[in-house]
Structure formats: structure tokens, C-alpha cells
């Protein structure tokens, strides 16, 4: 752990809702018996439910069980520093909240330090954080730190105005915007391997690099989030956040230093370089009924609770223009899809080709492969790098070879991303967190085409995307760069197969 | 075969010397069993031993089953093809030689297509050269060219007086300056390695690289060859000739097209903008006794034929600066020895650090790893690629990792250097022999450092070289890039034991 006083009170507003139980309990287990935060960490509940004390001591060892940690390690965890708040969801004020908080901080000599962790849905996001202003909860001898999960808003509009509630009370610099997507690891990662790199951050540029694809694909469907998926959609759900976080790592510039501020400068200046997006650079789509490993699966139209004509699109390819000296001129293809053939996060970089093929009259034409350097975010860190060689024998013949890193080969599988992320919030470090200009600039991209109104393209679950007339946006896949390496590793050398053909 | 009247006389003066029996005569029966050649080669072995045809062709399958083919197969392989003509040392002319060419390309239909391959020692060659323009053997119908085997001369004045006798007769186009140490699949390699990938190629200059260390390393010593050695030594023996070819490759300019004379010409222009070498950029050295492999070896002044105070270099070490626009400032070290510990031929490229180091206050130094590309030329053929991630976990800790590219792995062993050689002397392409001026350039280089007056540093048989003040030029190997890299790849990550200390 960094150095500095730790001790704090930790109030999860939300505390037995779904997010406290599958990530935040655990991870804050792990940072109390792994990491050494021990008794710095005194936990707070907040809750609708009746519960006293020792019923949600109780309810956080089952979780933890749940969560896999065997029964006699967690039975006494929480006798001292776990602690519940009744606050009926219609209550007037947080002023029975804060005497308790007092009364914890006293009972346990903290020094008034606080995380308030916003585990809420986003509807009662605005009347929460009035509440908790005014009942001057973040007003405290130490300090006071508020993390707020996605989304964020879900227009500009509604960005702007968060931010200005949360600034009535908050500085910008005790808010954590958490998107979890990427994981403290993958980000810090991705920023090691281009600026500890010369080799690769030489040729990070237009004069170098035709195109750059990012895709996010997902196997699973919408699940029971059809309330929330019919009015977001993927380009809400998705584009608009993760896949225009890793497009800001990416393209950004060299920070002045690996620092929160600095850091965010930079993405910032990505996000305010992103050209307006034409009508022709963006296409949408919808699943269909399909097969995904072997299991039929249903069509969005056909989901719980999702409109059977709904034009929500669950697919977004788009083309993006990054208008900096670094990057004009070079195409970003962002991609994502819900029911596609399996789950990854992928940047291919794929770079130009010589300015002149020495080659000629050796073969027909020179028609070598471009150098592409495929990095994997999920789920197997590494990259892959393609470059070519001379095949043996005459008369010359250039062959296609790929190399690949794998982290988790190298290191092992990651820790859990919100692990890794509450500790940042408790030591400070706001480097992985979305900064509210950054949140606002990433909406304003999107925002036009945010509500959709024309049919999306359909495509069958458990393929790569609908047929459009455009392959470089979608076209199941078999123009993806990714997709190809991946078809390649396979052995089979040839592109992948698609299940409607 | 590339297109065109391929049937030729082959004529070997030397016809039953050294080279003839381990590899010619077995390359050009493979050229003819398994490439096609077929009848369209006739071979006429030259020598001072009386031996009539059958005698020739019986001593020629002789050779073959040295090399490994079964007796059954070579049984009938020369019955017609192959021929014999004595032609004793002293001989005044060689008209009886001419008499014989000329009855034999009659009796076989040959449409006086010749090669002259030279392969005897350097101090008969002038005498050769001139009997055999004197008989006018290059006048025919056909095509003639000349294949003349290395050392070229042995300092500039001798390459010129050399080569101004081969021009006497012979064209520069009909020329073939052979250097069979790199092996045309191995020079394809390095110019498609270097051209058919812009992500390289587009760093390949002073701007991002470091240094460029070339190393080319033997185990052996100098077997028999004290007479040719004690005069010749390793400068003008590996140096002038190997290491500066290789140099050639690495650091030329893209040529105009893959062609013999477009790619010639790119080299002889990194020659010829060499600078002059400064007396404390080369090292010599000599081995002494020592072990390699468990057995113990014996001091270059202990073998057979040396001088026992014999001053000449069995190790040289240089510092090279190539001026040009593309080189400039940036650091060659070119190192070979006879009694390393092992052999290898390599070029491995140190990318400069980046800029400025972003990840300071993470870490006390910035202290990360160059990039570095080692690429491997023999005996396995491949590269290296070393670079920086992050290691998980906190604080942020860059690692060094690297990618082993190997051609062997990837396509089997490559064919033997002199079996492709000799098919493009018999298809007239000149690109992997050296030109004329190319030979008188490299000598120029060295000239003032052939004859080395000095006591060389003694190093022990089985070690990575002399001790000496300056460790880019030797140091036991402990500051050689390629050896890091090996004792890397080793997984000790130390640098490797040096016997001596």
C-alpha cells in the first residue's frame, strides 16, 4: 500500500444490493485479509432492508461463501468492522445516517475519512447524492471520496447535469467514475507497452498505421436487463464508455507522467479530437434467433420484456476519425456486439505497406501481408505480432509468420478488476477513474446518434455481425483483422466460418 | 530453373582438389537428380593427377558416398557426363585443354555454354587466370563466366592487380566472386526480413537505434591452415570478407529492385562510406590454450605450423561508423574469434530508450530495458524480439520479456549454401556474388590494419574473447548484447560464466 493514513469508513449505499454482493464485499475481503488493509477499513451498509448488525455480518459471510471462500476462514471477519444502516428508499433525509457514521468513526478512533460508494441504479442516482449532500455527509474532519458506477448519464445533457450536482457538494478531485471494463492491470498494461516500447511507439502514427479496429465482443445476450438494454442499447452501453476508453489509450499522446491528471489530459484531448460522425460511418444491428457453442438462442425481439419490434441495436460498428497531427487520415473502426461467436476485447493495428515493393518480378505481385500487431485484451492478455519472411527455395516467396505474447502464460491469470480499483479510491488515485469532462466529451460524441430511429441490420446469434454493404463496419466478421489471426491460429489459415452461409 | 538454354560445360580447375570433393561435385548432383539440371550439365574435372574419365567418375561417386548418397544410386550418375583432363602443374598452355572442351561440347551437343570454376588456392590463381584467357577458353559460341573462390587478393593493391586480370578477359557481368558464408537463403532473408516489413524497416536508422553489434563466432581453431593463416589472420580471413558483408546487408539502402546489380550497388555504397578506422576502435586478439565443450584446446601458438611467437590475431573487435544520412553517429561493432565458445553468426540491433521516461516516480530509475532485435544467421536461423510489459501488481514494475522467431522451427534446415550458388552462376544471376569494386572497397576499409605490429590480448580457448578497456570491443562477451540475450533465453537471466574468473 502507498503510504498515508488509510483509516476509513467504507459506506456502500446499496450494501445488499447485486453489485455489493458479487464484487465489492469479496473485494474488499481480499484488500482486508490479502492486501493488508486489515482494521484500516471499518464497512458500512446502507440499505432498504431491516437488518441490524449482526443479520448483515451474517448475510456478508454468506457472500463470501457464495464467492468461494471456505465457511471457517470467513466466520469471524466481520464481527468488529462490519456495520448496517436501515434507510427506507422513501426517506426525507440521511440525517439518522450521519449520527450513525459519527457514532461508528468515534467508536472505532477513525479519522473521519470516507468512501461513499454509489452501488445504486442509475435512476436513484440524483435524489442520493442531494440527500447525501445535504445532509452534509461528505463534511468530515478527513477525507471524503464518492465513487459513482456506470453509466454516467445517458446523453450529454444528462451527463453535464450529474457532474453539477455532484460538484455542488464534491471537488472533482474526491469523485471516482468507475468502468470496471478494462481492469487497473489491462490499462496499466496497455500504456507499458507503448511508452516503454520506442520500437512500437515509433511507428504509432498516420505515417505508419492504415487502420486501427477495436472490438468488444460479447457471447452473452441482454440476460434480465431488458428494462435497462431497450432504452440504452449498445451504442449507450457500450461504445459510448468502453470502447471509446480503449480508443482514447490507444491514441492518445505521451502524458507528461504515468499520473491521474496527466493521464487524463490526454484522453480528454482523444475525445475532443473525434471528428463528427457521419451518417455513412455508423451501422447498427440486432440479433437474431442462432446458435452459440452448440445452444440455440433466443432473438433480442424475442427476450423478456424487449418490445417485439424494438430497434434497439445490440451491434454498433463504427468509423472514427481522430482529427490530431498524430492520427488524421487514419480510420478507427470500433465494433461491439452482444450474441456474437465469443467474448473478447481486441485492438488490431494494422500497419501500412512499403512504400515500394522491392520484390516485383519475383511473383506476379507483390501482395505481401501488412505487419499487424493484434493486441488482446480479454480474456488473454498479449499481442500478436505479424511480419513476413522469405519462404525456402526459389523462386522468392514471402510467407506470412506470427509471434504471440501471452501475459497470462507469462504471469498468470489477473486479479479481479474492483480489487484493484477500491484501492485506488482508498489510497487516492484517481488515474483509472473517468474524469467528469472526460465522462461529458465522450457523450458529446455519440450524442446525435444516440436514439436510433431505423431498422438495424439483423444478424443470426453466435455470428459475427450483420451482412452490410459495408465490410469494413460489419460484415460477419470475415474482414475483421482479429478474426483472421484468430482463423490463422486455428491452422486452418482460412477465414472464419460463418454459421448462415 | 528460371527460363532459358541452361546446357553448359562445368569446368572445375581443381577438379579433384578439397572443395571439388566436399562440395562440388556433391552440389552439382543434387542440381542435377533433384533441381532438373539433368543433361544440361557436363562436368570437366581439371587437375594434375593422371586420371582418365572412367577414373575421374569412379573417384566422383567415391565422393558422393562420402557425402551420403547410397552406392546404388550414384552407380550410373557419370557415365556420360562427367569428364577428366589432366593438365600437369607446370604446363606451359592450356591448348590441350581448349582441344578437349571443344571435342567434348561436339560430342554432347553443347552450345558452348561454359563455366570456369576456379577452385584452387589464391597463389596459383593469377597463373590459371592468365594461361586460361591466353587459350582463349572464354571465346565460345555460348556463354562464358568465371567463378573465382575467396580470399580475393589479401590487401587492395592485390584485389586490384587481381581483378584487373580477370578483366583482362572476362566482363564484370560474367564474374562470380564467390563468398559462400551467409548462403543465399540467408541473405534473402535479411534483405526480406528488412523489406517486406515496414514496422522494422521504418525504424532502421540513427534516429532509433542505438548500436548495431554484428558477431560472427567459431568454436574451431585454425585446424590446418597455419600456412594460409599465420600471413592472413582474422581481419582479412572474417572481417574484410564475412563481417562486412553482413554489415552491407544490414545497413544498405533499399535498392531500386531485388536485382544483382541494383542490390550490389546499395552495398558497395555502405562500404565505401565507412570511415576510417581511429587505432582505439579495434582490438586484436589470439587464443590460448583452454577447454570448449569439456576438451581441452591448444593455444594458437601451439598448433601445428604457427610460430611460437607468432603476433597474429585469431580475435578481432571494431568499431565501425558508416556516414550516411541514414547512419550517422551510430555505433557498428563488428566481432569475430576463432576458439569462442560456440558457433554463431548474429546482428543484434539495440533500439535507443525512449524519450523521456513516464514511469519515473514509480520506481527510483527509470532503468527499463532497450528494445532489442536479434537476429540470428547461423546456426538457427531466426530473431529475437525483446521487450517491456508490465509485471502484475503493485508498484508498477516494467518487465523485460522477449519472442523467438526460428526459421529451422517454422521451415526445416535450410539447402546447403553452394548447391543454390551454383545454380545462379549456371542461370547468370549475380546478386550473392561480390562485384568487383565491392571486393577493392572492403579491402580499402582495413588496408592500414592488415598487418597488425602489435602483441595481441590473449584470450583463453573456449571464452567470448580478450579482456580489454574498452568492453564494447571485448569483454569476455559479458557486455555483448547477443550473449545477454542467450543467457536470457537460458533462463538463468545472468550473464554467462566466464571461465577465467
Redesign the interface.
Known sequence: MAPGDHRHLFVIFGGTGDLARRKLIPSIYRLITEDGLGDDCVILGVGSGDLDDDEYRSWTREVLVEAGFPQREVSSWSDRNVHFQRVPRDADSLDELSERIATIEDEHGLPGNRVFYLALPPAVFPSTMTRLGEAGLHESPGWARLVVEKPFGSDQASASALNELVHRWFDEEQVYRIDHYLGK?TV??LL??R?????????WNR??IESIEITVAEELGIGDRAGYYESAGALRDMVQNHLTQVLTLVAME??????ANQIRNEKVKVIEAIAPIAEESIVFGQYEAGTIDGEGVRAYRAEDGVDEASKTPTFVGVRLEVDTWRWQGVPFYLRTGKRLPRRLTEIAVT??????C?????RDSCG?E??V?LITLQPDEGFT?R???????EP?T?DS?A???S?DD???E??DAYQALI?DVIEGDQTLFVRGDEAEASWRVYDDLLDHPCEPYPYVGGTWGPATLDASLALGGTEWTGERERARDAGDGTAPIDPRS
Open positions: 492491470e496499466q498494461n507499458t507497452f511508452f516503454a516500447n520506442p520500437l512500437f511507439e515509433n511507428v505515417d505508419r505521451p502524458p507528461v507522467s504515468f499520473n500497419f501500412r505497406q512499403p512504400p515500394l522491392i520484390f516485383h518480378g519475383h505481401i501488412p505487419n500487431l505480432l511480419f513476413n519472411v522469405k519462404a525456402p527455395g522468392l514471402i509468420q509471434l504471440r505474447f501475459h507469462a504471469y498468470g489477473l486479479p484501492l
